[in-house]
T-cell receptor, first 112, second 114 residues
Framework: DTAVSQTPKYLVTQMGNDKSIKCEQNLGHDTMYWYKQDSKKFLKIMFSYNNKELIINETVPNRFSPKSPDKAHLNLHINSLELGDSAVYFC???????????FGSGTRLTVV | DAKTTQPNSMESNEEEPVHLPCNHSTISGTDYIHWYRQLPSQGPEYVIHGLTSNVNNRMASLAIAEDRKSSTLILHRATLRDAAVYYCILRDPLMGAGSYQLTFGKGTKLSVIP
């Protein structure tokens, strides 16, 4: 079983569309994250979320919003997609007392 | 977050040990030293972490300087599958939830030569 799974793996869409990327973890972790990796390969935190607190990186446009229906899921919604949103998006999870993060395999988003 | 400094790239011959250095001169007393790696077209993968003492696991060893201002990730026998970008990251678990965010730098791109 995949520990952190993301869907879809690839997403091609037009500018202006709204899209979602789903993330699920079966590790029982209490905190989940979204990271963005741009074409220069820099990994940047976008959000961290547990059942108590949402931490938003201040550089993330408000077109991006995390939605967590339950502890095992953290979906990423993106409104009005722009060319600059093209990147690979990684979901991750961790447990407060276990400092290791587990990452998903990524979603490659291409905005055309 | 306290910053780390790593070489941009390193090369190693297959089946030889690899020592990946990391400098963190501004490390605080409660910062843990974490190492992750990212293989091509994959998500980052946890490798190892430590606070003061050297650490060993099935993937690697972590040697931490006595003053904690530097550390070295040791791969005992490099294989072609170890070719990846290796990230050294400091993390303070005593801060708020936001501090659980891993802040990735540029990392070291390790090439393994057959």
């Amino acid at each position: 079983d995949t520990a952190v799974s993301q869907t879809p793996k690839y997403l091609v869409t037009q500018m202006g569309n709204d899209k979602s990327i789903k993330c699920e973890q079966n590790l029982g972790h209490d905190t989940m994250y979204w990271y963005k990796q741009d074409s220069k390969k820099f990994l940047k935190i976008m959000f961290s979320y547990n059942n108590k607190e949402l931490i938003i990186n201040e550089t993330v446009p408000n077109r991006f919003s995390p939605k967590s229906p339950d502890k095992a899921h953290l979906n990423l919604h993106i409104n009005s997609l722009e060319l600059g949103d093209s990147a690979v998006y990684f979901c991750a999870s961790s447990q407060a007392v276990n400092y290791g993060y587990t990452f998903g395999s990524g979603t490659r988003l291409t905005v055309v | 977050d306290a910053k780390t400094t790593q070489p941009n790239s390193m090369e190693s011959n297959e089946e030889e040990p690899v020592h990946l250095p990391c400098n963190h001169s501004t490390i605080s007393g409660t910062d843990y030293i974490h190492w992750y790696r990212q293989l091509p077209s994959q998500g980052p993968e946890y490798v190892i972490h430590g606070l003061t003492s050297n650490v060993n696991n099935r993937m690697a060893s972590l040697a931490i300087a006595e003053d904690r201002k530097s550390s070295t990730l040791i791969l005992h026998r490099a294989t072609l599958r170890d070719a990846a970008v290796y990230y050294c990251i400091l993390r303070d678990p005593l801060m708020g939830a936001g501090s659980y965010q891993l802040t990735f730098g540029k990392g070291t791109k390790l090439s393994v030569i057959p």
